[in-house]
């Protein structure tokens, strides 16, 4: 089955990370906000994977979570920034992400993480649904 990933980030940032993920094989819905992406969320089949930059014009990755719990949808949580910062990366953990991308985007590592959270999220929704 096809993994879909709902790309959260300012298109011209992106562009990089497309590459990387359609070359994992993953089908991706990039948006540039939290709007767009509360938008796909709410109308367009499950995603399993939602990667969201740490910050956006109209809110932040906490805020992409926040809608992504509410709205039960059974997708990881990666967060992609610019800076490897331990503390964020422990904060983003703590709070149900599933994992930090840090750019640039290492394209075994956004396989690695991709494949790893694609299975945990069909994982969980067999498990929901059975």
């Not at 059974?74 to 904060?91: K, Q, S």
């Amino acid at each position: 089955m096809r993994t879909l990933v709902l790309l959260v980030m300012d298109a011209e940032r992106r562009l990089p990370l497309i590459d990387r993920l359609e070359s994992s094989g993953v089908e991706v819905l990039p948006v540039c906000d939290f709007e767009e992406a509360r938008r796909i969320l709410r109308t367009h089949p499950p995603v399993q994977i939602v990667l969201t930059d740490e910050a956006l014009p109209d809110g932040s990755w906490w805020r992409v979570m926040h809608e992504v719990r509410e709205n039960r949808v059974n997708a990881e949580i990666i967060v992609c920034t610019r800076v490897g910062d331990p503390g964020l990366w422990l904060h983003v953990l703590a709070h149900g992400a599933y994992d930090l991308l840090v750019e640039p985007y290492d394209k075994r590592e956004v396989r690695r993480i991709i494949e790893a959270a694609a299975a945990e999220s069909w994982m969980r929704s067999g498990a929901a649904a059975g």
